[in-house]
């Protein structure tokens, strides 16, 4: 069974749609939850970290639910420049990030 | 913004030959990690860095790859003998602190070294 699993798409959505992602996660001991952005042949970098409690910023919320252990992402108002691949990474034992293989998101006009 | 440097950016080799792929992470992170991504697939953990040991590696960091920190700046991932597979992008990554919470363990990426092992 993989650490993280991601529904890998593609989503195309039109301009200004709502669309969300989930990822499930093996481990239940794992603590630390994160969604990246990976544009193509680009390095991932930090879309937002995923609080217990959920957290917003601007078009963008993350949830955590640890009873069902999965997080999801939520995008409002989507954007062209919203296209790109979501990654799901998970840290289990301190220091050992693992990553899902990705939602790939297409926003078009 | 501080960033995560890596050189070369892209670099093609011949099979069997050693390749030394070089990093430098940002000035106050104390974890270091290297990432591997095949094209079109996932992101590869490899190895993690703490206190000029490792830390951690995966099934993938095999006795053809090493890592070293040579002086303080640089952090460097050595192929030995490459085979064709090792073809990928491979990205490094730091971390101001590790463990859970508090922000500071966000890994930050360079930009990455593409591999092409002909």
């Known amino acids: 069974r993989k650490e993280v699993e991601q529904d890998p798409g593609p989503f195309n959505v039109p301009e200004g749609a709502t669309v969300a992602f989930n990822c499930t996660y093996s481990?239940?001991?794992?603590?630390?939850f994160f969604w990246y952005r990976q544009d193509c042949r680009k390095e991932p970098k930090l879309l937002m970290s995923?609080?217990?409690s959920g957290n917003e910023d601007g078009r963008f919320t993350a949830q955590l639910n640890r009873a069902s252990q999965y997080i999801s992402l939520l995008i409002r108002d989507s954007k062209l420049s919203d296209s790109a691949t979501y990654l799901c990474?998970?840290?289990?034992?301190?220091?050992?990030?693992?990553f899902g293989s990705g939602t790939k998101l297409n926003v078009k006009p | 913004e501080p960033e995560v440097t890596q050189t070369p950016s892209h670099q093609v080799t011949q099979m069997g030959q050693e390749v030394i792929l070089r990093c430098v992470p940002i000035?106050?992170?104390?974890?270091f990690y290297w990432y591997r991504q095949i094209l079109g697939q996932k992101v590869e953990f490899l190895v993690s860095?703490?206190?000029?040991?490792?830390?951690?590696k995966s099934e993938i960091f095999d006795d053809q790859f090493s890592v070293e920190r040579p002086d303080g700046s640089n952090f460097t991932l050595k192929i030995r003998s490459t085979k064709l597979e090792d073809s990928a992008m491979y990205f490094c990554?730091?971390?101001?602190?590790?463990?859970?919470?508090?922000?500071?363990?966000?890994?930050?990426f360079g930009a990455g070294s593409r591999l092409t092992v002909l």
């Open positions: 481990n239940s001991a794992s603590q630390s």
């Open positions: 000035s106050n992170h104390l974890y």
């Open positions: 995923v609080y217990s």
């Open positions: 860095f703490y206190n000029n040991e490792i830390s951690e």
């Open positions: 990474v998970v840290i289990y034992n301190f220091n050992k990030f693992y």
């Open positions: 990554a730091s971390s101001e602190a590790a463990g859970y919470g508090g922000g500071a363990n966000v890994l930050t």
